[in-house]
């Protein structure tokens, strides 16, 4: 576009800017908080914390200057992959900074239940009730007694949270 168009065009591409922010962010907002499973039993206020936890993260500093860059990104390139992309440093932060914390006080210790060796879980292990599975350590993920199935979600321990959360900040 000419700069005469964007001066004839201004109010038009403003408002197409706006759309298309509103709905990245409603996208973006899916993308970043997938995983983040509350009980029932801790409702309202587990969820009220953790959002808390997010908005404190998503208005700091730190994170503005990301977002502008986000921002930078989606409209240069126009594409909402580039953007997630770039997103993955919030995606982490809330995953390990906002909602760690509370999953990991849902991990306790118990004793291994008959059926998971066949998994390469024994003797006193982590178990988390929001997903039903036990932590092979071996392994880096949980597994089921009842069936053969595994999943993969943050550690049951802040240490090892905070080690992951490290080796993922790495890679970006």
């Known amino acids: 576009m000419s700069e005469v168009q964007f001066v004839q065009y201004e109010e038009v591409l403003k408002k197409c800017r706006k759309e298309i922010l509103a709905g990245v962010k409603q996208i973006f907002c899916t993308f970043c908080t997938p995983k983040l499973t509350v009980l029932k039993s801790d409702l309202p206020s587990a969820s009220d914390e953790i959002r808390e936890n997010v908005r404190r ?80 350590e071996k392994c880096r993920l949980w597994v089921s007694a009842k069936e053969t199935a595994w999943r993969i979600e943050l550690p049951p321990t802040r240490e090892l949270c905070m080690a992951e959360y490290k080796e993922n900040k790495q890679k970006v």
């Open 57 to 136: 993260i998503v208005t700091d500093e730190q994170t503005k200057e990301e977002i502008k860059r986000l921002k930078s990104t989606l409209f240069q390139t126009y594409s909402l992959e580039c953007v997630l992309d770039t997103a993955g440093f919030l995606s982490s932060r809330i995953l390990y900074e906002a909602y760690a914390p509370y999953w990991v006080s849902k991990c306790t210790k118990v004793k291994a239940p008959l059926g998971t060796e066949r998994m390469g879980v024994s003797g006193e292990v982590w178990y988390n009730p929001m997903i039903n599975m036990y932590w092979n």
